[in-house]
């Protein structure tokens, strides 16, 4: 691992986005360099001092009790999609922190389902996966790029003949992503394009390919393993951008080399 690649993962890493495998490669790089190393200290005491500042504000124990007192009776109810149900009665204050205790519960679920919800079918999910693969594999090795440059009209006919289709490839400097350039990668069993691009000091990549997802409709996004992942299919072509950017700006992205390409039928 080199510094442009621990740079990538050391907010991953403090965010606990990491699987255990990722993270010890950053740690260990981290060791072997002091640059890195002083970096991960800083954004750590960092991550500490904010912790430690109680910046959270905590309602006085009298409003607290105040609120707690005047709820409402709650009417009985039908089991809840959660399998519990709540039974007739004053509201308590353990019937309070309760129902906030099954509130966080049922976010957690929300949560840990997200790529379910949001991508879909059984396809999409193994191909995000494979996608996040890819794209961790590109950071970890020597092999980002097989042409590095940063001009759409040699990345784009390097690909010629490698190909079943040739990817579309988009200049989008002016919207704030840098292209950096392009590699051939595997994904789903398919040979497909990577096209990378730069977004401040954060790498997008870009996997396009024929059938590489292109059967469904829309566009779609999910969290991934600690990465955002955005999906649509235009002209044919399945495309895919994975980042840690935020979930905002990688749909930004995706839409922007939407536009470029130009609006088919099959984009909604």
Partial sequence: MNCAESEVLIHALLDGELDAGHAREVEAHAAT?????????????????????????????????RIEGALATPPARAPTRFGTSF???????????GGFALGTAASAAVAAGIVIAVLG???????????VSAHLRS????????????????????????LDAAPPVIDLTAQGFTLI??????????AVAAIVYKRRKHLINLFVG??????????????????????????GLGFWAVSDINADELAEFGRSVADAIGPPADRT
């Avoid at 039974?87 to 204050?93: I, M, T």
């Avoid at 970890?140 to 009209?153: A, I, K, P």
């Avoid at 350039?181 to 069993?189: A, E, I």
């Fill in 33 to 65: 360099c002091r640059d890195c190393a002083d970096k991960l200290e800083t954004f750590r005491a960092m991550q500490a001092a904010m912790a430690a500042a109680e910046l959270k504000e905590k309602a006085p124990v009298r409003l607290r009790n």
């Fill in 87 to 97: 039974a007739a009665g004053r509201a308590s204050r353990r019937t309070f922190l």
């Fill in 121 to 131: 079918g059984d396809d999409d999910r193994r191909i995000a996966g494979e996608i």
């Fill in 139 to 162: 950071l970890q090795g020597s092999h980002l790029t097989d042409v590095e440059t940063s001009d759409q009209h040699t990345v784009k006919p390097w690909f010629n003949g490698k």
């Fill in 181 to 190: 350039g392009g590699r051939l990668d595997y994904v789903d069993g398919e």
């Fill in 210 to 235: 024929p059938r590489l997802g292109a059967a469904s409709r829309g566009k779609k996004k999910a969290m991934f393993q600690g990465f955002n992942v955005y999906h649509w299919t235009q002209d």
